[in-house]
């Protein structure tokens, strides 16, 4: 993902780092370059150091190594102001220990060896527009936000598929399924002293809801969220929804010290999207419940959190988490083989084999959440031919997909269909769709394409994770080749081919998915009249009543058999009536130290530095 100095421009964070991490001159030293750089139309000095380093505060590394370059060899371009670079300029780009030399120098935060045991350094991708709970909903976001705030209800360290208690000790559920009942745990404490009641559950839920952030889509089906005393909690929903509890861990829900918040200018009132004003304040100050607390955020250099001293749990086995921002996994992976890094959050499954050649290490491999899949339109007006069952038929058995598993590499995997591999209710992979390349050819001359049918792939030209969304396309161009049906690949801007995609333009896309929360529930918006769905036009109209009648049971029944039943025939009936070809699902690779203890992975948060220890 292309990530952007949220609250910045380029030239101001240009300016402020000039303050605060002047250029040295290496005219005294001997420059090397390991690569040179000539500047495209759209580049800046900023753009070119998250390129090559994985972070855009060690621009100030090119510059020098340029300059220096440039008083004896004129084929380099000076650098006289690094606001300004033009198209054509030639510019050296020293070896990366250079850029880390820098970096834990001047831009992060000093680690002594006698600090190094008692304090965890995290390297990851920082996509983060706000910490404020109630506004965040990147991923890093979450990730901090878990250690500092507490839920309801949260998932264990090391699995989502059971929900347990957080803030909350116990909960029922009334038989209609609309009122959820919680009695808050005793003894719970705010950083700030404060005890944590249903009174704070109520208020903080209520504000995420009415400031209308990213986030608050999750509470539209609540009705309404009292305190019936200081212990118990009340939330009615509008309908049943049985992904409640699973949508009450995701961090947005996370529960703040409503005094202290609204001393701050938090609201939960109706209007909170006009007049609430706590964002910048919290972005600064955590006011929660979890074993940590803030001790500063720097937008695109790092967060540091410290001990909070009034959680109600042990204290957490490590003082202080730095979370770095260096953004592309081989920045990662050299800070980590350098000792700068406990753990590399974002490397690429290519990486791997160097990573655990080294004794010092140890990977996590598992699986991801992120689905690839191909749009096919259900609307003949757009769609054309890929509106036509048949022809959807022989895409899903012309595709490669065990190739495509291989291709994305790592510990990648093939969903069956709508859920992802690990998820509770996912079918058995003996159920997948195998390759069928003359199935395929068939099926085409069924739809009256016995001779082949030609048509245009749209997608959007990016990497997401490492996984290059044009070589998979260029995968997917050969595979259909070979069943006859010849594709042009049309790549586009992400935010262009994003708004043809979502406005349902688009007659054969290539996208993918990322869970919103962690239930099936997530995947409905893939089935007729889902959010995904209506993006290929597939409305329940133009949908067997079998497969609707489905949906219908499987949005309200909250028996984990019925569930199971519901999603198990939503995904048998779509393996051949559906918009969609689902084609891969995309692995997780973190390393690490070796002499780091307790290090678990969690699908929602990532990782939790509170079962960590060195």
Known sequence: MKKVAHGFTVVLLLALLLTIAPIRALAQEEVVCESDAIVQGEDSLSTLADKYYGNILAYPVIVDATNAKAATDSSYTKIDDPNVIEAGAKLCIPPGEVAQKMLNESVFTQVSADQAAQTLVIGITEDTV????????????????????????????????????????????????????????????????????????????????????????????????????????????????????????????????????????????????????????????????????????????????????????????????????????????????????????????????????????????GQGDQIFFLLMNMDPAIGGPMSQDAVQDAVRLAVDTDGIRQLMGGSASTPVNILPTHWPFTLDQSQRLQRNVEAAKTKLAEAGFADGLTVELEYPDFTSGDVAIGTLAQKVQADLAEAGINVTLKPGDLQVTLERYRNGQENFGLWLWSPDFIDPIDRIAFTPGGKVGLRANWTPERASQALNDAVARAKVVTDPAARAEAFGEIQRIMLDESAFAFLGQSGVQVAYQGNLQGFVYNAMWRVNPYTMSK
């Open 130 to 365: 706000s910490l404020d709970p109630g506004r965040g909903y990147e991923v890093h976001a979450g990730t901090v936000n878990r250690a500092v705030y507490e839920t309801l209800v949260t998932f264990p360290p090391d699995n989502v598929e059971q929900v347990i208690p957080g803030a909350a000790e116990s909960w029922t559920i009334a038989e209609d399924g609309l009122t959820y009942t919680f009695t808050m745990a005793e003894g719970h404490k705010f950083s700030t002293g404060r005890t944590v009641t249903a009174n704070d559950a109520a208020f903080s839920i209520n504000r995420m809801k009415n400031i209308k952030g990213n986030p608050s889509f999750l509470a539209d089906n609540i009705a309404s969220v009292e305190a019936a005393d200081e212990r118990t909690l009340v939330i009615k929903l509008i309908d049943p929804d049985p992904s409640l509890l699973a949508r009450l861990v995701f961090p947005a829900f996370s529960i703040i010290d409503s005094e202290e918040a609204k001393a701050n200018g938090a609201t939960d009132a109706a209007d909170a999207a006009e007049t609430d004003t706590a964002e910048e304040w919290l972005n600064q100050n955590s006011i929660g419940s979890g074993p940590y607390m803030y001790e500063k955020w720097e937008p695109l250099v790092e967060v540091i959190l410290t001990r909070n001293p009034n959680y109600a749990g042990e204290p957490a086995p490590i003082d202080r988490v730095i979370y770095r921002t260096i953004s592309t996994g081989a920045a990662q992976k050299l800070a980590l083989e350098a000792g700068d890094l406990d753990i590399a959050l974002d490397i690429s499954a290519d990486q791997v084999p160097s990573l655990e050649s080294n004794a010092n290490l140890k990977i996590y491999k």
